[in-house]
């Protein structure tokens, strides 16, 4: 193959793996929900001017809870910016740190002096991977400052006074303020430094072993500039959450851990070559380290799949060029079979990926408005997906009583979860715990439950959301004035008494008037023609409502 074809196959193929594993990581972490929480956090941030002493979003967290503080600069800062440019934005700041960890893997493998389609496969597997595993927000933009971290430390040591390592520093400050889990970089730089002969290197100094260790304690010193100090090193384990002891927990990681297998095998074969021989004992310690830390939490493992991948590529050419003159003349037969292989198998799998992304549940809209205008400082139980994005509009004015940082009480957490399943002495729990409103989504058991209660009274619901105030005295006005009569909004296989159709109907006119834009108003108005045997007037409403509310979707046909 002339020189002229193989710099087109390899830059073809390059950007065309390249490509699949950046569309597939924006689609999967775009099929994922804005990071509300964090954003909630930020505004609390933003508001006290520095980090607050305490939890204020819940009212079931014990007296006195410290406030998660673990990811404070990009909580602050994405809230500054969703407050300029709307949370839409953050979508955009998720692709290009997904774009910006890619372009570091791929330099960081062209360092270690990888050819360009054994870095496209090598870094494009490792992303595909690791992108299951990573959430929009500071665990994105960690790794990609991680991924940033191994490039840097691809440039050598000592040169110019430690060379381009001088920007680990600065960069392990921004990280562990994102993540706690940028901590993983004290043990990586320890061995690679401790595996790193200076033998041979003239800007070498006198004493190596001092000069390594002056950079690690500086490394260290940085580590711990976080507003919460030591705290940072203390909730680094947790920041590298869960157990691969769980059944399943690895069903959808295998790929990644056949990467870093392939990656201990490489490094073993090429240990036996000479061109592959200077850089094994590094290699090998910490591909083992990375397997290890996999392993312990399977959330590390995107962390050390980029650690792994573009090691895996030089070593995969080192072992190339140490082959037989027979296995290389079939180099690139092989590498255009493997690449149309690839293409073949992958494709489709992005491809579909990115046009139909996986559905979200739908989150409250007007109730929102409504709570805003018309109720305040009320204690709130919803679930606790929805805490994140009903803390970030309305804190603090709501307090919540679950959320997914599991900061309440087991026991008090138990009986919040058996409430919203209308499970026990689910009326007794309300009234204990002082819970001012139940905001849940259409059809949940608890909105159900709460339907045929005397006790509550649905006062706003959307195409989600049913929101519920207890009937006493400091709601009464709000219940004379907002409680429909006939309709049943929170059951929306039933959304009206049988024996007050009049009043329904009202009630739905009176809505509609005041938000035509409400698909879920015309799903219960076409209900209210077929109880009135009129088929083809509930059809026709309910194709306006489609039109009039795009993102409606009636899961039941009429």
């Known amino acids: ?205 006198r004493h190596p072993r001092f000069a390594k260790t002056v950079f690690f304690g500086l490394l260290l010193l940085c580590l711990c500039l976080h507003p919460q100090g030591l705290l940072a090193l203390e909730r680094a384990p947790w920041a590298l959450r869960g157990s691969p002891l769980l059944p399943g927990a690895f069903a959808v990681r295998q790929g990644g851990l056949l990467l870093l297998a392939a990656g201990l095998t490489l490094a073993l074969a090429s240990s036996w070559t000479e061109a592959g021989r200077p850089a094994a004992a590094s290699d090998g310690a910490l591909l083992v380290l990375a397997a290890v830390a996999a392993l312990v939490s399977r959330d590390a493992l995107p962390w050390f799949l980029a650690l792994a991948a573009p090691r895996c590529a030089a070593r995969f050419d080192i072992l190339a060029d140490a082959a037989p003159a027979a296995v290389r003349a079939l180099r690139w037969p092989t590498k255009i079979l493997a690449f149309g292989g690839i293409l073949a198998y992958f494709g489709p799998t992005v491809l579909r990926a990115v046009e139909r992304p996986s559905p979200r549940r739908p989150l409250p809209a007007q109730t929102v408005e409504f709570y805003r205008h018309q109720v305040l400082d009320e204690a709130v139980l919803c679930p606790p997906d929805w805490t994140p994005y009903l803390a970030w509009r309305l804190a603090p004015e709501a307090r919540f009583a679950l959320d997914p940082r599991g900061l309440t009480p087991r026991p008090r957490e138990r009986e919040f979860q058996d409430a919203l399943q209308a499970r026990g002495d689910y009326a007794g729990t309300l009234v204990r715990e002082g819970v001012g409103v139940c905001w849940l989504p259409l059809g949940s058991p608890l909105a159900l439950a709460l339907e045929d209660s005397q006790a509550w009274q649905p006062v706003s619901f959307d195409d989600a959301s049913v929101l519920y105030v207890p009937v006493d005295a400091a709601h009464a006005q709000l219940i004379h004035d907002r409680a429909p009569r006939g309709l049943r909004p929170g059951d929306p296989a039933h959304p009206f008494d049988a024996t007050r159709l009049v009043e329904a109907e009202a009630d739905l006119e009176a809505d509609l008037a005041r938000d035509p834009d409400m698909g879920v108003l015309y799903l219960y108005m076409a209900r209210l023609w077929l109880a009135r045997g009129h088929a083809s007037k509930a059809r026709e409403t309910l194709e306006g409502g489609i039109r009039a509310d795009p993102g409606f979707a009636p899961n039941d046909a009429l």
């Open 1 to 205: 193959m002339s020189a002229a074809l193989r710099l087109l196959f390899n830059a073809t193929a390059l950007l065309a793996l390249l490509a699949l594993a950046a569309a597939l990581g924006v689609s999967l972490l775009h099929a994922r929900p804005l990071p509300w929480e964090q954003l909630a956090l930020g505004r609390q941030i933003a508001e006290a001017s520095a980090l607050p002493a305490h939890d204020t979003l819940l009212f079931s967290a014990p007296l006195g809870a410290a406030f998660d503080g673990s990811s404070w600069l990009w909580d602050w800062g994405a809230w500054s910016l969703g407050r300029v440019a709307g949370p839409k934005a953050l979508r955009a700041v998720d692709v290009a740190v997904w774009l910006a960890a890619l372009w570091a893997l791929v330099a960081a493998a062209f360092r270690r002096g990888a050819r360009p389609f054994s870095t496209a496969v090598f870094c494009a597997w490792a992303l595909a991977c690791a992108a299951t595993d990573l959430h929009p927000g500071p665990d994105l933009l960690a790794f990609a400052g991680f991924c940033a971290a191994l490039w840097i430390m691809e440039g050598e040591f000592w040169p110019a006074f430690f060379g381009r390592w001088l920007w680990l520093a600065p960069l392990a400050v921004v990280l562990v303020n994102l993540s706690p889990a940028a901590w993983v970089l004290a043990p990586l730089v320890l061995v690679r430094l401790a595996t790193e002969s200076s033998a041979g290197i003239p800007e070498a100094p």
